[in-house]
């Protein structure tokens, strides 16, 4: 329920109608702003909201609207969902795999009036319910009261946090490097917020090669705030990496809660015009090798043996078993009988003491 039937109006003076300074207040006529705590003065009022409660709460504030012009503004009213978690004004897409948020908090969000005339130089306080669903995750809801006169629009921030268990989980995905036309590198990555928390990431950047360290940031805090389920791909720049290494860019992502995590990446630095260079040397060379050795192959000889067949093998010398001596050679001297040793004596032949008797002459035969 809202709380009254209708809106709650305070129409307070701004100051009279004491006309401030020429051009004072000409781009910013009306602003938007939590209202302060009752009976403070204007300048305590608070930049943004903050409610928590259990699920299914209903939750009170109020808004205090102020026309610094001279003619009355009218200003309609709104929930919605936080623009984005980067902090810069850029939209961070809402991971899949994060906490289930079907019931998106900008619509928890009602203004006791949707739309309002404020008076000049008069602030209005608007009262909100916000009502927490029975079934809303634990953790932190970043939403937006959102005000606009047709031609300008302000985003009030509302931090809304359910009560129960929270966690604080990230992690960093899809690094990459890639080398850039002025000689610097872009480190490419991902953060997604796995918890139920808005979480302020810290990254730190470091790189090893071959020989040692090229690259070392230290941790720092990103100007981000990224939301519970929600990813933001961003960048970093590398200035001097190296122009022939082989190298392994570690990137650590930390967050309060105690949330950690860390990825890698790697990186070829190869000096592409020196190398081609080398290897054009280093082909002129093998060819003008081959070359010369082509030359100085002798030429094979004609016939089968061109054509890859064994040629004939020459006739071989006849063996002196088969052959007599060629007239005109010397002959070797006279050995000693078979048997008989080198050397030794040959014993004289004996004459036989009874001849045979000679044939008559004259006989017949």
């Not at 809106?7 to 006309?19: D, E, F, S, V």
């Not at 929930?79 to 899949?96: H, N, Q």
């Not at 995750?137 to 629009?153: E, I, M, N, Q, S």
Request: avoid cysteine; glycine fraction near 12%; hydrophobic fraction near 40%.
């Amino acid at each position: 329920m809202l709380v009254g039937a209708s809106a709650l109006l305070l129409l307070l003076n701004a100051g009279g109608p004491a006309a401030a300074a020429p051009g004072a207040g000409a781009a910013e006529p009306w602003s938007a702003a939590p209202a302060p705590p009752q009976g403070a003065p204007r300048a305590q009022a608070r930049t943004f909201f903050y409610l928590e409660g259990a699920p299914g709460a209903v939750l009170r504030d109020s808004v205090a609207l102020t026309n610094d012009g001279d003619a009355p503004r009218t200003l309609r009213l709104r929930g919605a969902d936080a623009p984005g978690g980067d902090g810069g004004g850029r939209s961070a897409e809402r991971d899949a795999d994060g906490p289930d948020r079907g019931r998106d908090p900008g619509a928890w969000i009602a203004p006791a009036r949707d739309t309002v005339e404020v008076p000049p130089h008069t602030r209005a306080e608007v009262p909100l319910n916000v009502t927490l669903p029975g079934g809303a995750v634990p953790g932190d809801h970043p939403a937006a009261l959102v005000v606009d006169d047709g031609k300008r629009t302000e985003r009030v921030r509302m931090q809304l946090r359910v009560s129960g268990p929270t966690l604080a989980a990230l992690s960093v995905e899809d690094v990459s490097v890639r080398e850039r036309p002025d000689g610097s590198a872009r480190i490419g990555y991902t953060l997604v917020n796995r918890g139920n928390t808005v979480l302020r990431p810290r990254l730190a950047v470091g790189a090893e090669g071959l020989f040692g360290k090229l690259h070392r940031r230290p941790a720092r805090t990103l100007p981000v705030e990224l939301l519970p389920g929600r990813r933001l791909t961003r960048h970093e720049r590398w200035p001097d990496p190296p122009a022939a290494d082989l190298a392994e860019v570690r990137l650590t992502v930390t967050a309060a809660g105690g949330a950690r995590d860390s990825a890698t990446a790697s990186y070829t630095a190869v000096p592409w015009v020196p190398l081609l260079g080398v290897l054009f040397v280093l082909a002129g060379g093998g060819l003008g090798w081959f070359a010369r050795t082509r030359r100085r192959v002798p030429p094979r000889p004609p016939g089968n043996a061109g054509r890859g067949e064994a040629a004939p093998a020459p006739p071989s010398a006849p063996s002196s078993a088969s052959a007599g001596p060629a007239s005109g050679e010397a002959q070797p001297p006279p050995g000693p009988a078979p048997g008989i040793a080198p050397g030794a004596r040959t014993p004289a032949r004996r004459r036989d003491p009874h001849p045979p008797p000679a044939p008559a002459s004259g006989a017949a035969t």
